[in-house]
């Protein structure tokens, strides 16, 4: 059974850096073909993807926000880590990890964590 | 402003069947078979009901189907249910640096 669960700050102030992480469990990230991905929802709008990063440790970022992200695994902890520096109110958001199966094309997300909602305010 | 395009909302009554559509361009859902469909209930995490354009994960109703034409992808549910109520996002991958693109979202009612 494939579970991922996102853990980090509820609140950050504007120009903080945010961190999240992902600890999941039936898989692993060492699995040729696997891999583990980030998206957003902004409160009442649509689902936006940040970042995704493969079994070999390949990464992928949205090139709108690449500046701001970086993503890392720790295969020994069933962690994927985000990382978005200079968070602005509109940053706002629940923010969701995803799995990413072997035989999935990109982008396909087959199982998600609950989310968290992170708020950016002063 | 999303890549793929949807209606921001459709309606059907009971037994129904509805389609909603997600176009996008030569680079991302016309040029690959790589579009999925997912369901998202309030204050859910979004569920994968189409995959690859057609195809169904294990567990989700045949009820449910997808197809594509060109630059745009389709989202069927036939024998509409009240259960079905949701938003439903598009995603596809893109050939651009973009990667991964989704969406608006489609705002699904059960009359």
């Known amino acids: 059974q494939i579970t991922l669960k996102e853990s980090g700050p509820t609140l950050v102030k504007p120009t903080q850096t945010l961190t999240l992480t992902c600890t999941f469990s039936?898989?692993?990230?060492?699995?040729?073909?696997?891999?583990v991905g980030w998206i957003r929802q902004p409160p009442g709008k649509a689902l936006e993807w940040l970042a995704l990063?493969?079994?070999?440790?390949?990464?992928r970022y949205s090139p709108s926000l690449k500046s701001r992200l970086t993503i890392t695994k720790d295969t020994s902890k069933n962690q994927v880590v985000l990382t978005m520096t200079n968070m602005d109110p509109v940053d706002t958001a629940t923010y969701y990890c995803?799995?990413?199966?072997?035989?999935?094309?990109?982008?396909?997300?087959?199982?998600w964590g609950q989310g968290t909602l992170v708020t950016v305010s002063s | 402003q999303s890549a793929l395009t949807q209606p921001a909302s459709v309606s059907g009554s009971p037994g129904q069947s509805i389609t909603i559509s997600c176009t996008g361009t030569s680079s991302d859902v016309g040029g690959y078979n790589y579009v999925s469909w997912y369901q998202q209930h309030p204050g859910k995490a979004p569920k994968l009901m189409i995959y690859?354009?057609?195809n169904r994960p294990s567990g989700v109703s045949n009820r449910f189907s997808g197809s594509k034409s060109g630059n745009t992808a389709s989202l069927t549910i036939s024998g509409l249910q009240a259960e079905d109520e949701a938003d439903y996002y598009c995603?596809?991958?893109?050939?651009?640096?973009?990667?991964?693109?989704f969406g608006g979202g489609t705002k699904l009612t059960v009359l």
């Open positions: 990063i493969y079994w070999d440790d390949d990464k």
């Open positions: 690859d354009v057609s």
């Open positions: 995603s596809s991958y893109t050939s651009s640096s973009t990667y991964v693109v």
């Open positions: 039936g898989f692993s990230l060492s699995t040729s073909g696997v891999g």
């Open positions: 995803a799995h990413k199966g072997i035989a999935a094309a990109p982008g396909v997300f087959d199982y």
